[in-house]
DNA sequence: AGTGTATCCTGCAGGC
DNA sequence: TGCCTGCAGGATACAC
């Protein structure tokens, strides 16, 4: 699920809703999102005051006054739902895994359907350490198609497999790049240093555009995705290859078309995407 | 270095 | 209706 608009979106809505509250009690119903023992992790978490939310790639970032932070991956299907009152009946989410009970009444609660998600405490430095190994954030300031035309320079990896490597850029997922690389014109298989400079302009271009675009449509939901809010994103509809396999391009009519690439599906216009010439 | 395979887990769609 | 298979936004470890 989450990409980076999703993260986006979910720490939009966090933000005003949490950003103050103190954590008295943490209820961990499925402990295999965390990375430790529910007791060490209720341990750190417990009387830490929010003092920020915010993302790093697919990741949101809770940052606790104790100078820790709460971690969380999505996965495929997590949610991260606050609610003033606990939720009871047809409103309680369906697959709670984490609830962080704060002072005064409210709330947090991390929901995961598959459990792929992990919800982490870490020590500043600790998230520190993990967030250099990840890649540049692609809607940063500093992030220009020179620096990604160099990256791509130095790998032989079909490019968009190289999108989703959270070491090369941090938050681009399968959706988004397919829908950039469908914008930028270049085939999903072409290697990365087979990317020209123009090319690579182009796919920055088209990366940062379709993210903007996603986070202001608050996400893509296809079936697990909701906002803080409970709400769908409503960027589906704009999607032009993910998903659309044998569905005619909307640029040429050509048939969408679907193949795999590192075992993961990916989408593209055989006309408007020409296969490089080995 | 890069790929295919398997793994974690649940739910849903499609074929029969 | 039920059973079976395949597939899913992610990430990692493994063998080759």
Same mark, same amino acid.
């Given at each position: 699920?989450?990409?980076?608009?999703?993260?986006?979106?979910?720490?939009?809505?966090?933000?005003?809703?949490?950003?103050?509250r103190v954590v008295r009690r943490t209820e961990v119903v499925h402990a295999d999102v965390l990375r430790e023992s529910r007791s060490a992790f209720a341990a750190k978490v417990r009387g830490g005051r929010i003092s920020a939310v915010g993302r @790093?790639?697919?990741?949101?970032?809770?940052?606790?006054?104790?100078? @820790?932070?709460?971690?969380?991956?999505?996965g495929m299907t997590g949610r991260l739902l606050p609610f003033a009152t606990p939720p009871t009946g047809a409103h309680a989410p369906q697959h709670p895994a984490v609830r962080?009970? *704060?002072?005064?009444?409210g709330v947090l609660v991390f929901d995961d #359907?598959?459990?792929?998600? #992990?919800?982490?405490?870490?020590?500043?430095?600790?998230?520190?350490?993990?967030?250099?190994?990840?890649?540049?954030?692609?809607?940063?300031?500093?992030?220009?198609a020179g620096d990604l035309h160099r990256a791509l320079g130095r790998s032989r990896s079909p490019v968009r497999?190289?999108?989703?490597?959270?070491?090369?850029?941090?938050?681009?997922?399968?959706?988004?790049?397919?829908?950039?690389? *469908?914008?930028?014109?270049?085939?999903? @298989?072409?290697?990365?240093?087979?990317?020209?400079a123009d090319e690579a302009t182009a796919l920055h271009r088209s990366l940062r555009r379709v993210l903007r675009a996603a986070i202001r449509a608050g996400g893509t939901t296809l079936r697990d995705y909701r906002t803080a809010e409970g709400l769908e994103g409503q960027y589906a509809p704009r999607l032009f290859v993910y998903g659309r396999d044998d569905q005619p391009c909307s640029r040429c009519r050509s048939p969408i078309r679907r193949i795999v690439l590192s075992n993961r599906a990916a989408f593209f216009c055989p006309e408007c995407q020409p296969e490089p010439v080995a």
């Open positions: 699920m989450p990409e980076l608009p999703e993260a986006e979106t979910i720490v939009q809505g966090l933000r005003p809703t949490i950003v103050g @790093r790639g697919k990741n949101v970032v809770v940052s606790l006054d104790s100078d @820790r932070v709460i971690a969380v991956n999505l962080f009970r *704060f002072e005064g009444g #359907t598959r459990r792929f998600g #992990t919800v982490e405490c870490l020590t500043n430095a600790e998230w520190e350490e993990r967030s250099e190994r990840m890649g540049p954030e692609p809607l940063g300031r500093g992030y220009s497999s190289w999108l989703l490597d959270q070491r090369r850029v941090a938050g681009v997922g399968n959706i988004y790049a397919n829908e950039a690389l *469908f914008l930028a014109g270049v085939h999903p @298989r072409t290697p990365a240093r087979a990317i020209a």
